[in-house]
């Protein structure tokens, strides 16, 4: 029987197989600048992974900037006190157990690498390049290797691109592909036995810690996008590892929906719509156009995204019209980022600041919202002082954010930490146990990690791999499973 099923292939899903193919990390025995967590790390018994310590213990006390205890644990020992600008090596090192190996089996709507390859691939990461890499293999080397041993500098950000082929690769060079079923997409996830979903509650005899043997049964629904063929699995777990960015948030306004064509909600269409926009155009354009030679694109937000669209549209030298309901000194995430090393950002922050002195073609709206949208390319605004506007524009870009789409899971499960509210991966991630990662408001045998249960940076994602991996190795040295 099918042991896992997870859903979603990205560098979640992808840290997660390589660790029950079976790959577990050990503690090197080099000296972590933390004192206390070097000595909790020594107090193991040798040759012992962290898959079979106690979690709770070696990850006590540790502070970043994620609120899971094992995504810090693994991020401090992968990157020691990265936060604070130092490269320390890692205190890991990973062994390959053929013995340790569990069925799964990842399933994703692409190719593997999740929503990286569905992102435009001109623009950098927000983080250095080495912050996205998965256990076994240096994202700097393999870059070089791609490049013809050419290496970047250790504080560089990698483009999207790039990024997007080192997860395949990975997949492919670490033998993961066996498990990967990809352009497949889940419809339907639902406990098979409720009436022997009760946990048997057990005490681990080494560390103390209660775990549960594995009873229910999860039914995985879905089909193969390319000729539609439809799967369906029976597996004792199953595992959300679908990230965050699937449902693009919309403003919900008139004519949003009606003009899909060049109402656009993500950067990549929206790149291919500015490329039409210039390819349109009579004769080339160079430089910065002192008039406009199209009506205005669009772009409502403060975020990154929309800050890329600045980025990509100015890059085309296209007239821009920017909505955002911040004051325009609030401006961009990008204040939080260092100028030397976001500078598009700030530039984009400038802009915004100064309403477009510094870009002729840039105009900002700041404190206004959109209120419609009309087929002729015509948009209504409203400003603080409910003064009502109205522009006409060639393509509009809504860049406000995303959230995860679990529409299918079965209707009333409520998983977030605020019940009440849909789950959104910044402000009301899934509860999970903060030392198995198992689900707290769903029926035994499920899992989430990534985004989805806080995690919104590639490098502590490897952290719920290790609390699932070290959850069901401690039942299955417990329980037979079927
Ligand atoms: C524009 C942007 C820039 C980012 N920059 C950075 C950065 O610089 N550094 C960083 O650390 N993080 C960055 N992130 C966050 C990063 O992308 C995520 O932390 C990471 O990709 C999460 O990995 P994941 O595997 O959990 O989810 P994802 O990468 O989102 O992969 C999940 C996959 O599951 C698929 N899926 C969803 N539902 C189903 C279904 N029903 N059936 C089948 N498949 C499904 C999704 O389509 C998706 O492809 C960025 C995110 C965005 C949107």
């Not at 502070?63 to 810090?72: A, C, T």
């Not at 890329?308 to 000194?329: C, E, G, N, Q």
């Not at 922050?349 to 404190?367: I, K, N, V």
């Not at 206004?368 to 060639?394: A, F, M, Q, W, Y």
Request: charged residues 20%.
């Amino acid at each position: 029987m099918l042991l896992y099923c997870f859903s979603g292939n990205g560098p979640s899903g992808i840290a997660l197989s390589y660790l029950l193919a079976g790959n577990w990390p050990y503690y090197n025995g080099a000296v972590h600048p933390d004192e206390m967590l070097t000595t909790r790390l020594a107090s193991a018994p040798p040759g012992r992974s962290i898959i079979q310590q106690d979690l709770r213990f070696l990850s006590q006390g540790l502070e970043g900037r994620s609120n899971n205890p094992v995504s810090l644990l693994m991020d401090t020992l992968n990157h020691p006190c990265a936060d604070l600008g130092l490269e320390l090596p890692s205190l890991l090192e990973w062994h390959h157990h053929p013995e340790c190996q569990v069925d799964h089996i990842v399933i994703g709507k692409g190719p593997p690498g999740g929503s990286w390859q569905a992102m435009d691939g001109n623009v950098l990461t927000i983080s250095l390049g080495s912050w996205m890499e998965l256990p076994g293999i240096e994202f700097r080397a393999w870059e070089a290797a791609e490049n013809a041993g050419v290496i970047s500098y250790r504080d560089s950000r990698a483009s999207v691109s790039s990024v997007a082929r080192y997860y395949y690769d990975y997949v492919h060079k670490q033998s993961l592909a066996r498990f990967f079923q990809s352009g497949c997409v889940v419809t339907s996830v639902r406990p098979l036995d409720t009436s022997r979903s009760q946990n048997t509650e057990t005490i681990d005899p080494e560390t103390g810690v209660q775990y549960s043997e594995p009873q229910a049964l999860w039914q995985v629904e879905g089909f193969d996008l390319s000729d539609s063929i439809p799967f369906c699995y029976i597996c004792r777990k199953v595992v959300l590892a679908t990230g965050s960015t699937d449902v693009p948030n919309r403003l919900g306004i008139p004519g949003e929906l009606a003009n899909p064509t060049w109402v656009l909600h993500d950067l990549r269409s929206l790149e291919a719509a500015f490329d039409r926009l210039v390819d349109g155009e009579e004769g080339g354009r160079e430089g910065v156009p002192t008039e406009p030679c199209c009506d205005p694109v669009l772009i409502v937000g403060a975020g990154l995204s929309a800050a890329d669209a600045v980025i990509a549209a100015r890059f085309r030298s296209l007239p821009i019209l920017h909505v955002f309901r911040k004051t325009a000194a609030l401006g961009t995430g990008s204040t939080q980022l260092p100028e030397n090393m976001y500078p598009e950002y700030h530039k984009v922050h400038q802009m915004m600041g100064d309403g477009g002195a510094s870009y002729p073609c840039y105009r900002a709206l700041a404190e206004h919202t959109v209120l419609e949208i009309s087929s002729d390319h015509k948009v209504r605004v409203i400003g603080p002082d409910n003064t009502v506007s109205v522009h006409r524009v060639s393509v509009v870009a809504i860049l406000i954010g995303s959230r995860p789409d679990l529409n299918f899971l079965p209707p009333g499960l409520s998983l977030g930490v605020k019940p009440s509210e849909p789950v959104d991966c910044r402000s009301n991630p899934i509860a999970v146990d903060p030392y198995t990662h198992r689900v707290v408001k769903a029926p035994p045998g499920m899992y989430a990690l990534g985004p989805l249960a806080g995690d919104n940076f590639v490098r502590f994602l490897q952290g719920g791999a290790v609390a699932i991996t070290s959850h069901i190795n401690k039942e299955l040295r417990h329980y037979t499973v079927l």
